[in-house]
């Protein structure tokens, strides 16, 4: 079994470090230094906050590129100047012997430390009752037996002016509905179950946590869940690499935001605290609607006495309701979550008073509160539709991925003047998901995500795949 040394940065580094300087041991935080999106609102004033000439990137064009692998064939409508490469799709060997499961999702890239090699851990977003899907990786490491979902790695690397996708196997087997997540200064991802079902749905074990997985080792991990992180419909995470604090994200229409205190930071099977957030001074605050952007919101934390309640199958909100009981927020539908610049920006799929979606900037100060605030809400779909995974650009802007049901999903650029275009589009239905940049900035891989039920043998679903997207990045914003 080989390791690689991922970036130069291990867990026992981190510790080391302690809350000092962790910022910059991961690829993307260095990216998000000077991230200050100005407050923005179609309500509060400017009707068009569409961004000129597609933010400097042009009109879009089309281009269908074939994965030499599967015989797969995808169009997208990308800038002048950009292209891409479509592999690994749902159903494709890999090098241990399984098949590319279902439903591709979230996902990061990490360097390996070699020079224009890169390893990428990708979600599977898996919802097949138990027992009628295909069960993913080796018995022996399953979490649940009849689990078809978890984490598979892969292997990419530049060479010849392009990227060139090597080899995957499975890191993570045997769990469920792996949905998003969120890297660490340590060189891992934490994968993410969006569902509490378990035994009295069926299953083998009880779903409904987070998992760590390794971007270095090159086998299926031992599946640990990390109980005291909560128990309840997890979307994403983001580490605060100061700190070693992981802030936690729910995709529920009633739903809270959290933060994880580790015990010791950067061993988070060490245990640790449970907190949701609450607006201080306002008792069960409501973001959902009526918001004005830029306006600040003090904010304070409550514990979670019970992370993993025992009820939590037969009640999703279990957790929920233990900090709404102490007077907590609630969000709508929190997804996408990602740490840069001191704070950490949120997507609210569902947010605002049209319901097509918000961006939140919660900043931290000192251990026991922040401020956050509404930095975008969406007034028409065509705009923006149902953001979900957020990354950083190397210019220091968002990506935003649309999980929509109009036509055309998108990926779109959201600048720091608070302006909105699209990156990317293509045709049908199936969601954006997993966005995230090579270390060096040069390639945007993302995910669609294909069917999340059904058989991997079926002809007929529609397979996830996975994109790398480059080009000249330096004529526009990101």
Same mark, same amino acid.
């Given at each position: 079994m080989a390791t690689l040394t991922i970036g130069g940065s291990n867990r026992?580094?981190?510790?080391?470090?302690?809350?000092? &300087? &962790?910022? +910059? =041991?991961?690829? @993307?935080? @260095?990216?998000?230094e000077g991230l200050s999106i100005r407050a923005a609102n179609a309500k509060d004033g400017e009707k068009d906050r569409t961004s000129p !000439?597609?933010?400097?990137? +042009? %009109?879009?064009?089309e281009l269908t590129r074939t994965d030499p692998e599967s015989g797969f064939s995808q169009t997208l409508w990308l800038p002048e100047g950009f292209d891409f490469k479509v592999f690994s799709v749902a159903g494709s060997?890999?090098?241990d012997g399984n098949l590319t499961p279902l439903a591709h999702d979230g996902m990061a890239c990490f360097p390996t430390g070699r020079r224009g090699e890169w390893r990428l851990v990708r979600n599977h977003e898996e919802r097949n009752e138990p027992g $009628?899907? $295909?069960p993913a990786g080796s018995a022996e490491h399953r979490y649940d037996a009849l689990g078809g979902g978890g984490t598979t790695t892969l292997n990419v690397r530049w060479k010849a002016g392009e990227p060139h996708f090597e080899d995957a196997w499975q890191s993570l087997s045997g769990t469920i509905v792996n949905c998003a997540g969120g890297p660490t200064p340590w060189g891992s991802w934490l994968s993410?179950?969006?569902?509490?079902?378990?035994?009295?749905?069926?299953?083998?074990?009880?779903?409904?946590?987070?998992?760590?997985? =390794?971007?270095? %080792?090159?086998? %299926? &991990? $031992?599946?640990?869940?990390?109980? @005291?992180?909560?128990?309840?419909?997890?979307?994403?995470? @983001?580490?605060?690499?100061?700190?070693?604090?992981?802030?936690?994200?729910? !995709?529920?229409?009633?739903?809270?935001?959290?933060? /994880?205190?580790?015990?010791?930071?950067g061993d988070l099977a060490e245990g640790g605290q449970l907190q949701m957030l609450k607006i201080a001074d306002k008792w069960n605050y409501d973001t959902r609607t009526g918001q004005r952007a830029g306006k600040g919101l003090y904010v304070e934390w409550v514990d979670i006495d019970d992370p993993d309640p025992a009820g939590a199958e037969e009640d999703p909100l279990a957790v929920f309701n233990q900090g709404w009981a102490r007077g907590a927020a609630v969000f709508g539908r929190l997804e996408g979550c990602f740490y840069g610049d001191g704070a950490v920006y949120i997507a609210s799929t569902s947010g605002g008073d049209e319901g097509e979606g918000q961006l939140w900037e919660y900043r931290p100060r000192g251990r026991k509160g922040g401020t956050l605030k509404l930095v975008f809400e969406s007034p028409d779909a065509e705009l923006l539709s149902y953001? !979900?995974?957020?990354t950083v650009s190397p210019g220091g802007n968002l990506i935003l991925c649309e999980d929509t049901s109009r036509d055309l999903p998108a990926m779109r650029g959201l600048t720091q003047d608070g302006e909105i /275009?699209?990156?990317?589009?293509?045709?049908?239905?199936?969601?954006?998901?997993? &966005? $995230?940049?090579?270390? !060096?900035?040069?390639?945007l891989f993302a995910n669609m995500q294909g069917a999340t039920r059904g058989d991997l043998g079926d002809p007929a679903l529609e397979p996830g795949r996975t994109v790398a997207i480059w080009g000249p990045w330096n004529k526009g914003v990101l």
């Open positions: 026992r580094s981190f510790l080391r470090r302690g809350a000092a &300087a &962790a910022g +910059g =041991s991961l690829f @993307a935080i @260095a990216a998000m !000439d597609n933010g400097g990137y +042009g %009109e879009l064009r060997p890999m090098r $009628t899907g $295909t993410c179950e969006e569902t509490t079902a378990g035994t009295a749905a069926g299953w083998e074990a009880e779903h409904g946590y987070v998992f760590e997985v =390794s971007s270095a %080792e090159e086998s %299926e &991990a $031992t599946p640990v869940p990390l109980k @005291a992180m909560g128990r309840f419909v997890h979307e994403a995470v @983001a580490v605060d690499p100061r700190s070693g604090v992981v802030y936690e994200t729910e !995709d529920q229409n009633t739903a809270g935001f959290y933060r /994880f205190l580790p015990n010791v930071p953001p !979900d995974n957020i /275009f699209p990156l990317v589009y293509h045709e049908g239905r199936t969601e954006w998901c997993g &966005a $995230t940049f090579s270390p !060096d900035g040069k390639v």
